[in-house]
């Protein structure tokens, strides 16, 4: 099992940054794939970002340039640094760890609101 925390969510202006944090423990030694996921109200939830363990990085269209996402292997983490915060970036951002069996293990998720 694998179990994940984030943290780093609030309330920000419009044009401002935020970073997300997820601490992971359990059984990490099958881990391919981290990644930051977000739920808008009403909405399905979409991926924002993914990373490898070998480092290579995909990012929605909709987040390049602005998110950045980056891990720590030596600590279990996973972080994703978010500027130029628009009102539509608002969602809860949940952790996501895939394993190489494509087993998911999700985060409770952190509120990211974004103000205008």
């Known amino acids: 099992q694998v179990q994940l925390v984030e943290s780093g969510g609030g309330l920000v202006q419009a044009g401002g940054s935020l970073t997300l944090a997820c601490a992971a423990s359990?059984?990490?030694?099958?881990?391919?794939?981290l990644g930051w996921y977000r739920q808008a109200p009403g909405k399905q939830r979409d991926l924002v970002a993914t990373?490898?363990?070998?480092?290579?990085?995909n990012y929605a269209d909709s987040v390049k340039g602005r998110f950045t996402i980056s891990r720590d292997n030596a600590k279990s983490t996973v972080s994703l640094q978010m500027n130029s915060l628009k009102p539509e970036d608002t969602a809860v951002y949940y952790c996501?760890?895939?394993?190489?069996?494509?087993?998911?293990?999700w985060g409770q998720g952190t509120q990211v609101t974004v103000s205008s």
């Open positions: 996501n760890f895939r394993s190489s069996r494509s087993q998911d293990y």
């Open positions: 990373i490898t363990m070998t480092g290579s990085t």
């Open positions: 359990g059984s990490l030694f099958r881990i391919a794939r």
